[in-house]
């Protein structure tokens, strides 16, 4: 089973950025929605951002548009978050999740619903502080 591990949180000041990352040993996602989620202590999971690998669909909850982007890379097999102008309230831990989707279901938007994803990541701790 597809076990996605997270990579590149950290401590970062207030406004700056950060690069997460999301690779899939061993596994092709052309046929996976990929989510990235977060939990802040004493707060629920929260859906963030995902992305149909084959038709590079995307989707971003509120809170987090025009701020992050999900990407994609063919090559490394590999889907990114990168953070900018991050705020105390961005704080976490960050997961990876993936879920595989048939063809037809692909070609539609993904979804930010934690409900959707079988598999997950260990996740990464990501701290914005001065």
């Known amino acids: 089973q597809l076990r996605p591990v997270e990579s590149g949180g950290g401590l970062v000041q207030p406004g700056g950025s950060l690069r997460l990352s999301c690779a899939a040993p061993?596994?092709?996602?052309?046929?996976?929605?990929i989510g990235w989620f977060r939990q802040a202590p004493g707060k629920e999971r929260e859906g963030l951002s995902c992305?149909?690998?084959?038709?590079?669909?995307?989707k971003y909850v509120d809170s987090v548009k025009g701020r992050f982007t999900i990407s994609r890379d063919n090559a490394k097999n590999t889907v990114y978050l990168q953070m900018s102008s991050l705020k105390p309230e961005d704080t976490a831990v960050y997961y990876c999740?993936?879920?595989?989707?048939?063809?037809?279901?692909?070609?539609?938007?993904?979804?930010?619903?934690?409900?959707?994803?079988?598999?997950w990541g260990q996740g990464t701790q990501v701290t914005v502080s001065s």
């Open positions: 999740a993936a879920v595989r989707k048939s063809p037809s279901i692909l070609s539609r938007l993904c979804q930010l619903s934690d409900a959707y994803y079988d598999s």
């Open positions: 061993g596994f092709t996602l052309d046929y996976y929605w």
């Open positions: 992305i149909s690998w084959s038709a590079g669909n995307t």
